[in-house]
């Protein structure tokens, strides 16, 4: 169960540094996800891990013994990478089997194996079949069986599922999960699916241009998120621009006023989180609440914590019904409602008023950004 350690790593490809003083460190048996979008440095940061690039600056510890210039061959390490690498001329088998051949195990053990983890990975009775034979989403079963079977100590995986189908995914991501924990494996999974990242994971960082935007566990960087970008990044989020208009320490409120032209005005309630006030009297912030957070009534109820105006759409999506609701000034929300033997029975039709509410305790305060970011954080709902 190794441990993993990035010391002031420092990544440049051309005139542009993919990773700056980086430092991340990952504890021994952990399942640990990377989560960023694409040109985030993900995958630079597994390559770096694994020796496939060698840091121009700084240390990669593993295990507390430095390897920063010791060959990929030599480190304990198994790897999927995002485009599959296998050996187009090897069957299926002799690609899952290569790591114990060139190891020279022996051939009934290396079998059973690989059987094993095929049957793991649902890929039964295809030994003899070429890569080419296969759709992308078993190549890359194939490369994730491949990885399990070098017995290493860490497992790196580049966005080991996005060629799979929705229900192999989820079925796979379990299995992966328990096979990691049994196995008392290190894995480092690389991902821009932050759902993915939170089923999986026992910590994981948002990673924004090389750097680490939050780190911690799942339920922490969902409730307590430090910037705008991290909270955005798991869905739709309704921002206001907000005036800190009180501060009752004891009851641990804020109130605001989302004030824009003459005529519109809302105000709201926020938790003061921990107690402790950030903000003062007077103070511009950003109030943030997320699309599930928000319940949806029909009718006009003019409260605070309270929008109202129109159904624009509304989406069916199996489990979740998603509204986008414009109030009288143009401005659009989304609210999110599970569909339930409750639910499901009142309906809600375009062009109907409805009113949009959250609990206080669920809203997100941040420094406000400035009107320019504002704008496109509006438009990005």
Known sequence: MPSIKLEDITVTRGKRK?????????????????VGETGAGKTTILNVISGLIV?????????????????A????????FENYALFPHYTVYKNVAYSHRVRDRNVEETKKAAREVLSLVLIPNRDDALPKE???????????????????????????FSALDAGLRMSLRIELKNLARDLGTTVVHCTNDVEEAMMVANRLAIIKDGYIEQLGTPDEIYFRPKSIYVASFFGAVNVFKIKITQIDVTRGYYFGIHERGEQERKEFGIAIKDGIPEFKVGDDALLCVRAEHCYINKGFRKKPNRIYGTIDEISFLGHILRFEVKDE???????KRFVNEKTYHLQFQKGETVTLGFHHKLALLFNYPGDKEMERLEQNI
Request: net charge negative; hydrophobic share 45%.
């Open 18 to 34: 993919i990773l700056e003083h980086f430092n991340l460190d990952i504890k021994n048996g952990e399942y640990f996800a990377l």
């Open 134 to 160: 296969l759709s992308g989403g078993m190549q890359q079963r194939v490369a994730l069986a491949r990885a399990l079977m070098t017995d290493s100590g860490i497992l790196l995986f580049d966005d080991p």
């Open 73 to 80: 061959e030599r480190r304990d390490v198994g790897m999927v």
């Open 329 to 335: 000034f143009g401005k659009r929300y989304v609210a």
């Open 55 to 71: 840091p121009e600056k700084g240390r990669v510890l593993i295990d507390d013994v430095d390897v920063t210039h010791v060959a």
